[in-house]
DNA sequence: CATGAATGAGTCTTCATTCAT
DNA sequence: CATGAATGAAGACTCATTCAT
């Protein structure tokens, strides 16, 4: 009808095109949620046709996959050594810290993760299920070593207390994103830190002092 | 074509129907999970048409806000009293067994509640935003008690420890379903009643006994 | 915009809405062949939206695999036994002309049968499978016979002689529909019964007069 | 981005590239049958881009006329001239075992010839159909020879033998491979032909000896 | 001139919702 | 009133073909 700009069909280096149907898929699973991403919806934010993103992944699932292996990636890229010689809570302090700043980043791809993935029958052959592994592993290790060291009683399961420090993450997190009530990684990370530090703080164990910070 | 008395589809009161419609849609919740809860099964499964479940709700959204708002229902309506002269961590505990025992007999429900409801814009305008308010205001109101009467430190909001309770419940009932794990609702509420109570307790506040039940 | 004859959503029983969307397959089958069947153009023909078909269908393949099925009852349906007392030779001719007569009333159904469906993994639990081998048997129980009782000579297979009969009944419609040469069944039915019956009567056995009908 | 002799792709004359993208397809053909030959596929083995078949071929479907193509030719090219001196029952019996061979080594190929070319609205014009109509022309010449000298009687249409013929191999072709009994090809080449040759040999013809391959 | 990224018109399938009977 | 046949707007995925580089 009129002189509308060409319409160039643009064209990208697949790593580029790649990355940038990921970044798409990103924000708008940040936005959604994964049941609610929809592949027409991607391809036009990205300025391409639904064709092109089966070019590079095979299904939307995988496509959302990839995504969040990259997230967890991301997260686990960082610093995968604890301070030398940190104590016990201290080291818990910062896991707690790490996992709070980052689901706050990214609470779609979480709650993904947490709620689609895992109950994919393969999920546990799949490359993001290593990586949460090694992920809430190092929790769990810490867990353990304080257990097995005799800083932290044993009358409560490791598996429960992972449970407590995730949920406690997410429930503090998506409160947020609600709008509900104010938030500070610092504080929570210290709230949730000091609470099963000291309700698991074996009696007479060597009691760390708390930083007490922002508080 | 002729008189026959076979209409055996009994003629339901609506409210009878209403019943029925929302525990079959309860138990399909159950069964598959928000998304895959389709209204012709529904229908099905009354042996009523699908027209029919329009008749008394105006959206699929409405039905299932229903059902989920009869099941906070029936969470509140059992002894909305705390056992007279309990010490908080008795009172607690009560309160988290709860919590747990429901969320694993309807973890699709609270998953709905949890995910898909409360995201919804107009959440705070439906019933089902009250009734969830009443029952995590029991936790808090317990826990204020708690921090205001001395027996609790109020370094850790109780916002944050709601978080933890709430999120340590769900994520144990979720692993457990997927099959990780076995999972005891009188060890988890022991687990978290401990690990929150001891956490918490003010030093030099009278100790409560820890029953220790199902150690 | 005009006064368009509104579009009347048309209502039928189910039984005459699946007849008729079975009818149009059945049509489209014959011109197009199986893979070029159009769900949506079923609907279109049937002046229904595509959502109707299923409905009443599963999918695509299952409807296609029924409308194969009633053909084949058809053919079926009409006298299974022999006319009585009558020799190898009528017996086998009527047996051609049959085939020959309902292949050439729908040889992109038979193709389709013969194509697809045969190579259709769980082709063996359907219930074509059963219709159509028992079609094929009654020329194979025919031929078995005229061996055994001596009418027939051993040295050719049975299941070569029966390729033999439904590739020529298959390849002669076919020509046929491609406009290549005449074509009367009669003809046909005659030539393929003179063609196996002499060419494998055993030498001496008594030669039953042939009809000569057609010639 | 520099000057690397990396380029291994090997720059190929035109002809050789036409002879690589028609082998690949001819191959893709075999195993997958026409509707399920993907482009995309054929570059992929061929290592070169989609681009460059539309370079040599207008479209998928030229590019599998000209493989049938070629094809036939292979079959034409060889022999064309039948042993001197032999009878009609062996010289029908070495075309019978010619096509046997053919289509068994090549089913995929024959059915696309077959059954989607022959459909073409242009087929007649597509020079395929002219090396189709030589190659049962030799089998028409044939029968038209035996029973012009009185060899064969002239009471079953030349036309419908061929398709008796061309039919019965291919039924016994496809019903070998989906795997259904066993198969020879010299037994089944001796069946045809034995039916046949007994089957139109005039009463009182000299009758050549069956040699009886195979029994 | 070959490339290969991109296209876009399909193709089957699903399901909450409507409305004529 | 209840019914249930029908809808239609999506949705995921495919693939022969094109064209800017």
């Given at each position: 009808m009129s002189s509308e700009p060409v319409r160039t069909r643009s064209r990208l280096a697949p790593d580029e095109r790649i990355s940038e149907i990921m970044a798409v898929t990103r924000q708008l699973l940040s936005e959604k949620g994964y049941q609610n991403v929809v592949t027409a919806e991607v391809a036009d934010r990205c300025g391409i046709s639904e064709g092109t993103i089966y070019k590079y992944f095979d299904s939307k699932r995988e496509l959302l996959a990839r995504v969040a292996e990259e997230w967890f990636e991301e997260i686990l890229g960082t610093d995968e050594s604890p301070p030398p010689g940190a104590g016990i809570r201290e080291r818990l302090r910062q896991l707690v810290w790490k996992g709070l700043s980052f689901i706050r980043q990214e609470p779609s791809l979480s709650r993904f993760v947490l709620m689609e993935l895992r109950s994919d029958p393969s999920y546990r052959t799949m490359r993001i299920y290593e990586l949460n592994r090694r992920f809430t592993a190092r929790i769990s290790d810490l867990l353990e070593e304080a257990v097995s060291t005799g800083v932290?009683?044993?009358?409560?399961s490791v598996r429960l207390l992972r449970d407590m420090i995730f949920g406690g993450i997410e429930h503090r997190t998506w409160a947020y994103l609600r709008g509900e009530g104010d938030f500070s990684v610092d504080e929570a990370a210290d709230g949730i830190t000091n609470v099963i530090y000291r309700g698991m703080l074996m009696p007479g164990a060597a009691n760390e002092d708390a930083p007490q910070r922002g508080a």
């Open positions: 932290f009683r044993a009358d409560v």
